[in-house]
């Protein structure tokens, strides 16, 4: 199984990014993908998940910014980013889930600047 986010780099505050997670192996519409972020010196934390109903949940701290989506054909979830703030900077990871602890994807790093 592997994910492989892409997509992060560095953006003025208020402007936007779009990360994108290709699944291979295992993943399958019936897995729960969710986006995590971890910032210097904090712990890893969700921002925005999507379950194979397509039901989403966002973190408090993105919602209304944030939209996460997902093409089962493609196998890819996607994070689009708008309004971000210095503070959304992190290292952006990938995750699947169906049962246990899941898998993770190597993580993608987006720095906002003010």
């Known amino acids: 199984v592997q994910l492989q986010a892409s997509g992060g780099g560095l953006v003025q505050a208020g402007g936007s990014l779009r990360l994108s997670c290709t699944g291979s192996?295992?993943?399958?519409?019936?897995?729960?993908m969710a986006w995590y972020r971890q910032a210097p010196g904090k712990q890893r934390e969700m921002v925005a998940s999507?379950?194979?109903?397509?039901?989403?949940t966002y973190s408090d701290s993105v919602k209304g910014r944030f939209t996460i989506s997902r093409d089962n054909a493609k196998k890819e979830v996607y994070l689009e980013m708008n309004s971000l703030k210095p503070e959304d900077t992190a290292v952006y990871y990938c995750?699947?889930?169906?049962?246990?602890?899941?898998?993770w994807g190597k993580g993608t790093q987006v720095t906002v600047s003010s």
């Open positions: 999507i379950t194979a109903a397509d039901v989403t």
């Open positions: 192996g295992i993943i399958s519409s019936q897995h729960t």
């Open positions: 995750h699947a889930r169906r049962i246990g602890p899941g898998y």
